[in-house]
């Protein structure tokens, strides 16, 4: 895996106190080798896409190199230019959870511990949070709306904020932060 560049985005929105985004843009070719179809109801992707535009490490300070630590991956089908969200295990050969963003651009990156929010946005913008529990990766939230979303982080929570621009209703999560959670 070749790291050719670190990417940081700052806060965007004025009411997010503190945002932390950190992805590794890679380079073109450091898909893995070896992957599998996963099969699944809608919005499960059913085949990976070869080309890995970021990867967003965890566990920074664990031993080894980046490929071997969870991570979480945003492919590229190049054929349509459509993303797929994908999250692999620590040493993990395939990936454990596969998600089609359905939009062709990232938003804010947000990785806190055991916990990674990706925003894609588009005509309505979607939101996916994976969360490490006991080393394995799992879609805890998703969600996509025409409003605002909102993410906020402090060292033990993430929170997620969508509002609804229709009727001004606002939908609120927060995932703790505990990033022992990243080993089984």
């Known amino acids: 895996m070749q ?6 985005c700052n806060a965007m929105a004025r009411d997010i ?5 950190l992805a590794l843009l890679l380079a073109e070719g450091s898909a893995p080798a070896q992957t599998a179809d996963l099969i699944g109801p809608r919005g499960v992707v059913t085949r990976p896409c070869p080309e890995v535009s970021y990867s967003v490490v965890l566990g920074i300070e664990s031993p080894g190199p980046a490929r071997d630590r969870p991570h979480v991956d945003i492919m590229r089908c190049p054929e349509t230019g459509a993303l797929q969200l994908f999250a692999w ?6 990936p454990a959870v596969g998600v089609e963003l359905y939009r062709a651009s990232i938003g804010p990156i947000l990785a806190n511990g055991n916990v990674v929010v990706v925003v894609a946005p588009g005509g309505y913008d979607v939101v ?3 969360q490490y529990r006991k080393g394995k990766p799992q879609v805890v939230f998703k969600d996509s709306t025409h409003g ?7 060292a033990s929570r993430v929170s997620v904020a969508i ?3 229709r009727n001004n209703s606002r939908r609120a ?3 703790d ?7 089984p």
């Open 148 to 154: 605002e979303i909102s993410i906020s982080s402090t």
């Open 17 to 21: 106190p503190y945002r932390l985004c």
């Open 89 to 94: 295990e620590r040493n993990g050969k395939v």
């Open 3 to 8: 790291c050719v560049r670190l990417v940081y």
């Open 163 to 165: 509002g609804a621009w």
């Open 128 to 130: 996916v949070v994976v």
């Open 177 to 183: 932060v505990d990033e022992t959670e990243l080993t």
């Open 173 to 175: 999560e927060s995932f």
